[in-house]
């Protein structure tokens, strides 16, 4: 099973709006008032969806940076072990590559 990421999960939420969008361009011609009403809640959905992704993008940007200021400051506080850390991820990675 495929791991779902933010990334990814962020992008198929776009390409629905994007859908849904050519779509309700694609319909704007059509008449009648069931049709006008359910292209004005669409268009409402999808300018939900379009303000919600912002902000979970916004919170990501956010909380990335925070996460790296972290991380930076832990480094400058610990450079030995920072060092150690590396260097034994450097050999469990060399490991995993090498028995492949």
Known sequence: MEKV???KLVS????VVNDA????RATAGQAGERI???RDRAQESVRA????????QDDL???TKEIA?????YVRENPWQA??????????????????
């Open 69 to 73: 200021n972290t991380a930076d400051t």
């Open 21 to 24: 969008e050519e779509l309700l």
């Open 12 to 15: 198929d939420l776009k390409t």
């Open 49 to 56: 969806a379009r303000q919600r992704m912002s902000e979970v």
């Open 83 to 100: 060092i150690g850390l590396a260097a034994a991820a450097g050999v469990i990675v060399g490991l995993l590559v090498s028995r492949r």
């Open 5 to 7: 990421t933010t990334d």
């Open 36 to 38: 006008s009403a359910a």
């Open 61 to 63: 940007v956010e909380r």
